[in-house]
């Protein structure tokens, strides 16, 4: 596989990844942001920035301690 399709294969993945983080917040009432490559990415190309293999979110802490419990729930 070529770097290029393995790019693309991440970018697959990690849109699969925020899907499912952005329906569990919502579910719960939780709130998350994109940063870094990960908002650069949506703002400028829409998507990700194509030589990036990763997304970058933060939270507040008090969001997150919520998440890691309700993780065990909506992912084990």
Not at 33 to 48: E, N, T
Request: glycine fraction near 6%; include cysteine; charge should be positive.
């Amino acid at each position: 596989m070529s770097k290029q399709e393995n790019l693309q294969k991440a970018h697959e993945i990690n849109m699969q990844l925020l899907l499912e983080i952005e329906r569990v917040c919502k579910k719960y009432g939780l709130t998350y942001y994109l940063i870094c490559g990960g908002l650069i990415g949506a703002a400028r190309h829409q998507g990700f920035i194509p030589w990036d293999d990763d997304v970058d979110i933060a939270m507040t802490r008090r969001d997150y301690q919520k998440l890691k419990k309700i993780a065990k729930k909506e992912w084990a």
